[in-house]
């Protein structure tokens, strides 16, 4: 199985400025054929189901603000949120989708500071 | 609109089993899979497996391999997730969701259900 990893564990960070959440795959998640990277990010709110951001590592799902960002290729992956508004506290996780079974970081809890 | 609506809270004793139903409206529910993922309380998410409502065709994890069972029934655009021998470490939230693309298992997840809250208790 693909084990994920998160860094830190939980964040504050104070309005308007940036946040950045690492995520390290235990393989790469980049498959050769199409050049994509098999990796997700979600932000759930809590008493809420979660909801994807990101996709193949740095594509942005429709709707979501663009602040959000990803990035990394391989092992390596990064969620910044540029400028942090208070909807956004929640806890982000990472997923990779390459191999089944699909496996979650362990998520990271952002705050206001 | 697309949705996913999942059935109620449950409550079974150790040793029971459970049925989750979640029903797709919106969209051509053989199109897409559907994957089961759940949340023990306060914890993290876990990957539970996929069906592809259109073949019947199955993927669980490892970890409950002979416990779960998941089906569809394409006339009521309905999947549903069976887990049985149930444990107290089963208490969870469990959602399912589906992928960005039809026909492909392998996507981030776009839609999920609001979940279902199944306890397990003595």
């Known amino acids: 199985d693909i084990v994920m990893t998160q860094s830190p564990d939980s964040l504050a960070v104070s309005l308007g400025e940036r946040a950045t959440i690492n995520c390290k795959s235990s393989?790469?998640?980049?498959?050769?054929?199409?050049?994509?990277?098999?990796l997700a990010w979600y932000q759930q709110r809590p008493g809420q189901p979660p909801k994807v951001l990101i996709y193949?590592?740095?594509a942005r799902e429709s709707g979501v603000p663009d602040r959000f960002s990803g990035s990394g290729s391989g092992t390596d992956f990064t969620l910044t949120i540029s400028s942090l508004q208070a909807e956004d506290v929640a806890v982000y996780y990472c997923?990779?989708?390459?191999?089944?079974?699909?496996?979650f970081g362990p998520g990271t809890k952002v705050e206001i500071k | 609109q697309v949705h996913l609506g999942q059935s109620g809270a449950e409550v079974r004793r150790p040793g029971a089993s459970v049925k989750v139903s979640c029903t797709a409206s919106?969209?051509?529910?053989?199109?897409?899979?559907i994957h089961w993922v759940r949340q023990a309380p306060g914890q993290g998410l876990e990957w539970m497996g996929w069906?592809?409502?259109?073949?019947?065709?199955?993927n669980y994890a490892q970890k409950f391999q002979g416990r779960v069972t998941m089906t569809g029934d394409t006339s009521i655009s309905t999947a549903y997730l069976e887990l049985s021998r149930l444990k107290s470490d089963d208490t969870a939230v469990y959602y399912c969701a589906r992928p960005t693309d039809p026909g492909y298992y392998r996507n981030a997840f776009n839609m999920w259900g609001l979940g279902t809250m199944v306890t397990v208790s003595s």
């Open positions: 069906i592809n409502p259109n073949s019947g065709g199955t």
């Open positions: 997923q990779q989708y390459y191999s089944t079974p699909f496996t």
């Open positions: 193949w590592a740095s």
């Open positions: 919106g969209y051509n529910f053989t199109g897409y899979f």
């Open positions: 393989q790469s998640l980049l498959y050769n054929s199409n050049n994509k990277n098999y």
